[in-house]
């Protein structure tokens, strides 16, 4: 009995050992350099711009498609949450019922219509408390797998 705690304990040491801790976001959220330098780590281009209201916005691309980090909840350069957003010229091919449909079907990524009736896509993320590198990996990835998803929905 004792030989079997010894090993069994031995083997979930072992365990733990190997496998990967995710690394912790910057506490407070993450400022456009830090959105930018991880979008780069991922293999993406990524520009940072002045938003309207005068915070960081960081312009990208995915799936062939132009896209924006916008920053929302900020104190200082640090921001708490995120949103990608995208927007498509469709020429009036696209309809508000269209839009309602995908919101149906489509948990995290929601489409909305412009003042011109093009279509946009978002997906707010939040960084702050608490959250890895790891899942906003995943939240990227979301991001991407949704993007060709929706472009398929206006024919692109």
Same mark, same amino acid.
């Given at each position: 009995?004792? #030989?079997?705690?010894?090993?069994? /304990?031995?083997?979930?040491?072992?365990?733990?050992?190997? @496998?990967?801790?995710?690394?912790? &976001?910057?506490?407070?959220? @993450? *400022?456009?350099?830090?959105?930018?330098?991880?979008?780069? %780590? $991922?293999?993406?281009?990524?520009?940072? $711009?002045?938003?309207?209201?005068?915070?960081?916005? !960081? /312009?990208?691309?995915?799936?062939?498609? %132009?896209?924006?980090?916008?920053?929302?909840? #900020?104190?200082?350069?640090? #921001?708490? %949450?995120?949103?990608? *957003?995208?927007?498509?010229?469709?020429?009036?091919?696209?309809?508000?019922?269209?839009? +309602?449909?995908?919101?149906?079907?489509?948990?995290?990524? *929601?489409?909305? @219509?412009?003042? =011109? +009736? =093009?279509?946009?896509?978002?997906?707010? !993320?939040?960084? %702050?408390?608490?959250?890895?590198?790891? &899942?906003?990996? =995943?939240?990227?990835? !979301?991001?991407?797998?949704?993007?060709?998803?929706?472009?398929?929905?206006? +024919?692109?």
């Amino acid at each position: 009995m004792k #030989c079997t705690i010894v090993g069994a /304990a031995v083997l979930a040491l072992g365990l733990t050992a190997s @496998m990967a801790v995710a690394e912790d &976001l910057p506490g407070g959220g @993450m *400022t456009g350099q830090d959105v930018a330098s991880w979008l780069q %780590s $991922q293999g993406y281009r990524a520009e940072i $711009q002045k938003a309207d209201n005068g915070r960081p916005k !960081v /312009a990208s691309a995915t799936q062939g498609t %132009s896209f924006y980090v916008h920053f929302y909840d #900020c104190k200082d350069d640090r #921001c708490a %949450s995120i949103q990608f *957003t995208a927007g498509f010229s469709t020429n009036g091919a696209y309809s508000v019922e269209k839009a +309602n449909d995908w919101n149906a079907a489509n948990r995290w990524i *929601t489409a909305s @219509m412009d003042k =011109d +009736n =093009d279509p946009w896509i978002s997906q707010d !993320v939040d960084l %702050s408390p608490g959250g890895t590198y790891e &899942l906003l990996n =995943d939240e990227l990835k !979301v991001w991407s797998d949704s993007v060709g998803r929706f472009m398929k929905t206006i +024919n692109r």
